[in-house]
């Protein structure tokens, strides 16, 4: 058995190394390295998978978030609603832009924002709902998009961890994570569904006029070199890095089953086990239904994510380490408890499932590349802790 990675980007790379190889020294050819043609074909490659009209390259997914709300016109003192337990860049953008963040619970099967707790945080302030598609399943989009509709909200999309999931509406139709809300946004960080080999990012909409104004603000605020129309940022993906990411774009919905056959096979090795939570996947595949089924294509698995019931998950993440296993704790502090974000409208019985969540999650290797002999260790070396 070879060594277990939490991701495995080697193996992945030797699988595309030739297509990766040729399109990077294809840059190196041209020496076109900002804004090169391999930036432009990767973009119009994006929208044709994503059936979105417009992606805008940029610099990493947390540029994307502050660049989207940046577009919207958002201004100081505007509330935006997201998820307390997430990772910090999502924050970390609206408080930077000196607007207001509203942190509310999530649910406690899909960690996505609580749509009941969404509806008692809006505030004749409220502007945006920002939710969060953790660890690769789409939040509830239908229930989402009516109460922005209601309240006359944007809806901006974080959809960092899960590039490549279908959302079905309940009435059938289906979109892609990240196109629904008036924009979504991505990290092509590398341990990404889709990842390059440093940072990048992009911003998706079906808005003409909004995107025209992303457009500028990634570029210092220029249409025209040396006229700043609007206020901007220096946020551009590099043409290496989009050469890397147009070889792999056409692997992504390959990668995507290759992680839910994994989490397939966690599913079922940890199945009745009294002491593990598996992840919950829903999708309303039946109109007017929200079903739970086993693993389908409303999550991508970016993350496999256990919920430990008996109060020894730090015991176990000690254990899986001196077993040569690598796990993670995403996340060990809620937002609202983090120095940074702190603030005195929050009470702790506000985030029941948070707090809950932070002491019972850990995440187990989850990449394309994960061989059966690896699944049995892992999934074995657990179950036997709990047998000792």
């Given amino acids: 058995m070879k ?31 900002i804004n090169g043609p391999l930036v432009h074909e990767f973009q119009k490659d994006l929208e044709d998978y994503l059936g979105v009209k417009h992606v805008i390259p940029c610099a990493n997914g947390t540029d994307a978030l502050q ?24 924050v970390e953008v609206i408080a930077l832009l000196k607007l207001t963040p509203v942190l509310v619970d999530v649910e406690a099967d899909t960690f996505n924002i609580d749509i009941e707790a969404l509806k008692k945080a809006i505030t004749p302030k409220t502007k945006a709902i920002v939710p969060v598609h953790l660890f690769g399943q789409v939040a509830n989009m239908d229930a989402v998009m009516e109460i922005a509709k209601q309240h006359n909200l944007f809806v901006i999309e974080d959809n960092a961890q899960a590039i490549g999931a279908n959302y079905t509406f309940k009435d059938g139709t289906q979109k892609k994570a990240g196109t629904i809300g008036n924009v979504g946004t991505t990290s092509f960080f590398p341990s990404k569904n889709l990842g390059c080999y440093g940072d990048g990012g992009a911003i998706f909409t079906n808005d003409d006029t909004l995107a025209h104004t992303l457009r500028g603000i990634v570029n210092h605020g220029m249409y025209e070199r040396y006229y700043h129309d609007v206020v901007g940022v220096n946020s551009r993906l590099d043409a ?11 692997n992504l919905d390959a990668y995507c089953n290759s992680r839910r056959n994994a989490a397939r096979f966690y599913n079922n090795a940890f199945a009745n086990n009294p002491n593990i939570i598996t992840p919950t996947t829903k999708s309303n595949k039946t109109a007017n239904c929200n079903q739970i ?8 698995f970016h993350q496999y994510t256990l919920q430990i019931t008996n109060g ?11 077993k040569e296993i690598p796990n993670a704790i995403y996340y060990p502090v809620a937002l609202h408890s983090q120095k940074a ?48």
């Fill in 341 to 388: 974000y702190k603030d005195e409208r929050y009470n702790e019985s506000d985030f029941p499932v948070t707090n809950e969540l932070i002491k019972t999650v850990i995440s187990l290797p989850m990449h394309t590349e994960l061989e059966e002999d690896q699944l049995q260790f892992i999934t074995k070396t657990i179950i036997d802790f709990f047998n000792k």
């Fill in 240 to 250: 290496i890095q989009a050469g890397v990411l147009k070889a792999k774009l056409p």
């Fill in 293 to 300: 089924c086993d693993v389908c294509d409303c999550h991508v």
């Fill in 312 to 322: 020894q998950r730090d015991e176990l993440h000690k254990h899986l380490l001196t």
């Fill in 67 to 90: 660049i989207a709300m940046m577009g919207l016109g958002l201004e100081q003192g505007d509330e935006v609603i997201t998820a307390d337990f997430t990772f910090a860049a999502t």
């Fill in 3 to 33: 060594k277990i990675q939490m991701v495995d980007l080697q193996s992945q790379y030797q699988q595309i190394k030739e297509t990766v190889d040729a399109s990077i020294q294809e840059v190196l050819n041209t020496s076109s390295y």
